[in-house]
């Protein structure tokens, strides 16, 4: 009986086949979402097992942040790129819950979250969330709770600014353009937390500067940050 099935399976799969979201290969019967082949060869920066690594350097002199880190490097046709895209503008939401438990394994084992106490996605505009349906980070920040065992607060940090697209900036126009657009409606969710901030991408860093420097006037707040791919600019 369940040979039939696998060839039922089989036949389902030549009309309907199913694609690695990272690379575009057809799937096997035991693989969801992503193939073997992207999670071995998918490239890990490895930054979590470095304190002084490139995205935590991105933010010296402008913020304090206890750790950074991120999973992979976000290049033009590089597969994390092609599965952070799948999962933002196709809606693919396993995708960014798959990556957050992938990476939370990898960031518990090695005590990257050791002390940390909740984890806060970078807020969306609501306008932007309910475009887009989601928001991505806290769709990465679930599959990091659930590996984790951290909760996720997503009632901590608001967007209150709807900035324009941050793609074509400069880094100056960027920082002055996220400058002041969170805001923190109950200091007392997170007075004296060590928070670890999660985003998709980081690029430049200011998205995150501007809401470590609003979660930092809060007394006792520390916070360290994380993201699926680090762009290098
Ligand atoms: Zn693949």
């Not at 913020?63 to 992979?72: D, G, K, N, W």
């Amino acid at each position: 009986m369940n040979y039939f099935y696998d060839l039922l399976d089989d036949f389902i799969s030549l009309l309907f086949p199913r694609l690695c979201y990272g690379c575009g290969n057809h799937l096997l019967r035991n693989e969801k979402l992503i193939c073997t082949e992207c999670y071995v060869v998918i490239p890990r920066t490895n930054y979590h097992l470095e304190h002084e690594n490139p995205v935590a350097q991105l933010f010296w002199g402008r913020c304090l942040i206890e750790r950074a880190a991120a999973f992979s490097y976000y290049n033009k046709g590089s597969r994390i790129r092609n599965l952070i895209h799948n999962l933002k503008y196709h809606g693919i939401k396993e995708i960014g819950s798959e990556l957050g438990k992938i990476y939370g394994l990898i960031l518990k084992s090695s005590g990257f979250t050791t002390g940390i106490d909740i984890i806060i996605p970078v807020p969306l505009h609501p306008t932007k969330k309910r475009n887009r349906g989601f928001n991505q980070s806290e769709i990465i920040s679930e599959g990091l709770a659930a590996v984790s065992g951290l909760a996720v607060v997503t009632n901590a940090l608001i967007r209150t600014t709807l900035s324009a697209t941050q793609t074509r900036r400069s880094r100056y126009d960027r920082w002055t353009n996220v400058e002041g657009i969170f805001n923190i409606p109950d200091p007392e969710i997170i007075r004296g937390r060590h928070i670890l901030l999660v985003d998709d991408v980081i690029t430049t860093g200011s998205t995150i500067e501007s809401c470590a420097n609003e979660l930092l006037k809060i007394e006792g707040v520390k916070v360290s940050v994380i993201a699926l791919a680090y762009a290098v600019m």
